[in-house]
């Protein structure tokens, strides 16, 4: 009990304008903020989900074929990760194309950044054990490190470096447009239809966890999270409810005429423009993994500081 | 025009569970006319309307559309013809945009853009949202979504509207629009719902299904009037019955 009631007043304190009420526990504000709490929650997962929403904007990049888009992001992806472990310089270069598709596409870089950071404790666990193992070492400024950190970094910055191209190839293309390109390229139209799928299917997913998170939270007033003995039902619950949603969206899709291609009704002529864009940055990229650009500037200054 | 006939002969339906939800019914219904399905809770409004559609298929029986029938061949067909609005607007809208997910039918049966545009713009119309063609579906009140989701089979210009609780959850003044746009369809209508004073507004004939069976078919008006009948499929007299004494007796 008393628990609940400091818990009114931590949110109530929070929340200017109910101030006065704060000092005795009131069930009906209790709720209400609540209610806001897991509203707030809710959005967030609809904000991550709907990436694809800035693939609506109208900028000189969202214009490029979606083709155009997908194998260059295919070949920044093959450049960044044929990366050796100890080479960092040589990735440095590649930071270009992602500044410069922001600055063109006008995406917030904060939306992108937001997701980049909810994906990286994965990155930093794939790459954290490497100072502990790698035996050999170096010297920064009288310190003695294991190589291992290097390591690290050079999987910190791929990770980073090529989950932002596929975000960004998503935020400017959009899923529908991306399973055209897809489909262009060869790839079975049941494999196309498995990723749009799993993506709308997504989206269903959170939805049911923040409506069943909601109705529990609703009646487990001064609780954290869900109990852990409730875990169990949640989840079955959970797989039950999202199957049987994912069903009835389905059939919604069929009962239009759904029946795996989606055509997007846009005109799907590749022009030359972009042409010029696949071909212009696969000759960066190219250039940048075989030359090591800052290397090569920095031993270009090196070079007129001596003479 | 025999082609807009629906027929459905001898139907019984279980779902994988056993639970038997749909038991021999049949009925014909035909080209311009507008019945209720009415029925309690469970009774098996929504799984006769999806067996109607072809998303469900029958254990026995058939069902006709035109002189059609409703297997998986003729299903592209049939749909183009059937427009179902489900029961829950949420299933219905699954695109980025408003527009998107109206386009979505006529796109699936290769329009080109220009009619599917224009087909898009006027189903807007009809509901009354063209100005919300931009915004994402899941950002709508409830109303809101309600109307896109009558637009969104009213693009593929069928021939036979069928909806599943089309006022559910609305606050008065948007059920009345969506009563009034009811009304305004000379489609073929089929409405299932609860909302007995609405089914009276717009249907001629109604249907009362009870534990999957047809209790009673016949007009509107004498049906919804007949009190010991709704009684015993779990509904009640439609509040514009029993509000008027006066009324009730000079119907009854
Ligand atoms: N997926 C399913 N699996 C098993 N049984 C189901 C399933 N869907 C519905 N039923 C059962 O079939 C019966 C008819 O359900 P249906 O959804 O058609 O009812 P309804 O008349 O539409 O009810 P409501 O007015 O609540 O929408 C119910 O008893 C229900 O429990
Ligand atoms: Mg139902």
């Known amino acids: 009990m008393l628990k609940s009631t400091q818990d009114i007043h931590r949110i109530d304190i929070n929340n200017r304008e109910t101030q006065g009420a704060a000092l005795q526990p009131c069930p009906k504000n209790l709720n209400r903020d609540l209610i806001l709490l897991m509203a707030s929650a809710g959005d967030s997962f609809y904000n991550i989900l709907h990436l694809d929403e ?15 888009k997908l194998l260059v992001t295919v070949a920044f992806l093959v450049a960044v990760s044929s990366f050796g472990r100890y080479d960092i310089s040589g990735l440095l270069t590649f930071f270009f194309y992602p500044v410069t598709i922001f600055v063109l596409s006008e995406i917030p870089a904060a939306s992108i950044l937001k997701r980049l950071l909810l994906i990286s404790p994965l990155i930093v666990g794939m790459g954290i054990l490497n100072p502990l193992f790698e035996r050999q070492t170096f010297i920064l400024g009288g310190v003695v490190l294991s190589t291992g950190w290097i390591t690290f970094l050079s999987i910190l910055i791929k990770g980073a470096l090529t989950v932002t191209a596929a975000l960004l190839l998503v935020a400017t293309t959009g899923m529908d447009r991306l399973a055209r390109a897809l489909r262009m390229l060869g790839v079975p139209r049941i494999f196309v239809l498995q990723l749009l799928l799993t993506y709308r299917y997504i989206s269903v ?19 954290r999270g ?33 029946t795996g291609d989606y055509n997007i009704g846009e005109d799907t002529r590749f022009k030359f423009r972009d042409f010029a864009y696949l071909s212009g940055w696969i000759f960066f990229f190219a250039v940048a993994r075989i030359f090591d650009v800052p290397g090569f500037i920095g031993s270009i200054m090196t070079w007129l500081a001596k003479h | 025009m025999s082609h807009h006939r629906l027929e459905a002969r001898d139907l019984s339906f279980s779902y994988p569970d056993g639970h038997e939800a749909i038991k021999n019914i049949s009925f014909c219904i035909h080209h311009g006319e507008s019945v209720g399905i009415i029925g309690a809770n469970g009774a098996g409004k929504s799984t006769l309307l999806m067996l109607l559609t ?31 609005v489900f029961q829950d607007p949420d299933d219905q809208l699954f695109m980025t945009t408003v527009y998107d997910d109206v386009a979505f039918g006529p796109r699936n049966y ?8 224009e087909r898009v713009m006027k189903a807007l119309d009809m509901v009354g949202i063209p100005h919300l063609k931009d915004r994402a579906p899941y950002k709508l009140s409830g109303g809101e979504k309600r109307a896109a989701s009558i637009a969104t089979v009213l693009s593929m210009q069928p021939d036979i509207l069928i909806m599943d609780e089309p006022t559910a959850g609305l606050d008065p003044k948007s059920r009345r629009k969506v009563i009034e746009l009811l009304k305004s369809f000379e ?59 006066v009324c009730s007796n000079h119907i009854g």
Not at chain 1, 205 to 223: I, S
Not at chain 2, 190 to 208: G, P, Q, W
Request: aromatic residues 4%; hydrophobic residues 45%; charged residues 25%.
């Open chain 1, 54 to 68: 800035l693939a609506r904007m109208d900028t000189s990049i969202h214009r490029v074929h979606p083709l155009a």
């Open chain 1, 205 to 223: 997913l959170t939805e049911e966890v923040a409506r069943m998170q909601r109705a529990y939270a609703l009646r487990a007033p001064g609780q």
């Open chain 1, 226 to 258: 869900v109990h852990t003995r409730a875990w169990g039902s949640f989840a079955g619950q959970l797989i039950l409810r999202s199957f049987d949603r994912a069903q009835r969206v389905w059939q919604a899709m069929r009962a239009r005429g759904f």
């Open chain 2, 54 to 84: 072809g998303l469900l298929f029958p254990g026995s029986g058939e069902v006709l559309v035109g002189d059609v029938r409703v297997t998986k061949k003729t299903l592209p067909m049939i749909r183009q013809r059937l427009g179902m």
């Open chain 2, 110 to 117: 290769g329009l080109d853009e220009k009619e599917v545009g």
């Open chain 2, 187 to 245: 489609h073929t209508k089929i409405i299932a719902s609860h909302d007995l004073d609405m089914v009276l507004e717009t249907c001629k004939r109604v249907m009362v299904i009870r534990d999957g069976q047809v209790a009673a078919d016949g007009e509107a008006l004498k049906l919804l009037t007949d009190a010991k009948l709704l009684d015993s499929c779990g509904l009640e007299l439609p509040l514009s019955v029993q509000g008027c004494p």
